[in-house]
């Protein structure tokens, strides 16, 4: 299964309500993790299954979406929030990732 | 909190064997629960999923490495590590060892991360 995200890259400012995408090339319900990545480090899982938010993620990330159309909200972006952010399926083998978006500094 | 520690040379030769061991600290190899999983990222690009080993010794491959590919668990050691032979300059990145947890009867999420270890297949 295909995972596509998008943008591949963006620019946001503090304050900013950010939403990146991940689309599958066939329907996964909702098998989908988003994590976070910061240069050097291993990724960090923010949500499962499509929406639950992992333990002591800030409640300004959410998740949304089912079968091959899924979302990443930031609703209001922290200095902290400037990374890449993966999205990952775990409906079938070979579980695959999004090539990744990178969120940067406007 | 769960800890888990990459180790293995940084630098293969191309045609040779890439092997990485990871060791697991406040948890146990030996569990029903989760299972184990190497991804990796060659520099600059997305994350790759290489495969998973359970307790049991059961594995899951990419089928773009499955013939080059093993992956076993010590629990003598509480450590998993993987085997990738005849590796080639495309296979130069960071390697991930991870925790891989269900949240039901099919889904799976990787809870716990290694640090990462860079391989570099160069002459």
């Known amino acids: 299964i295909q995972m596509t995200q998008s943008p591949s890259s963006l620019s946001a400012s503090v304050g900013e309500r950010v939403t990146i995408t991940c689309r599958a090339s066939?329907?996964?319900?909702?098998?989908l993790n988003w994590y976070q990545q910061k240069p050097g480090k291993a990724p960090k899982l923010l949500i499962f299954a499509a929406s639950t938010l992992q333990n002591g993620v800030p409640s300004r990330f959410s998740g949304s979406g089912s079968g091959t159309d899924f979302t990443l909200t930031i609703s209001s972006l922290q200095p902290e929030d400037f990374a890449t952010y993966h999205c990952?399926?775990?409906?079938?083998?070979?579980?695959?990732f999004g090539q990744g978006t990178k969120l940067g500094i406007k | 909190q769960v800890q888990l520690q990459e180790s293995g040379p940084g630098l293969v030769k191309p045609s040779q064997t890439l092997s990485l061991t990871c060791t697991v600290s406040n948890d146990s190899v030996f569990s029903a629960d989760h299972y184990w999983t190497w991804i990796r990222q060659p520099p600059g690009k997305g994350l790759e999923w290489i495969g998973s080993?359970?307790?049991?010794?059961?594995?899951y491959y990419n089928p773009s490495l499955k013939s080059r590919l093993s992956t076993s668990v010590d629990p003598s050691k509480n450590q998993f590590s993987l085997s990738l032979t005849s590796v080639t300059a495309a296979d130069t990145a960071v390697y991930y060892c991870a925790s891989a947890h269900y949240y039901d009867s099919s889904g799976h999420y990787y809870a716990y991360w290694g640090q990462g270890a860079l391989v570099v297949v160069s002459s």
């Open positions: 080993v359970f307790y049991s010794g059961s594995t």
């Open positions: 990952q399926q775990s409906n079938s083998l070979p579980y695959t």
């Open positions: 066939q329907t996964i319900s909702t098998s």
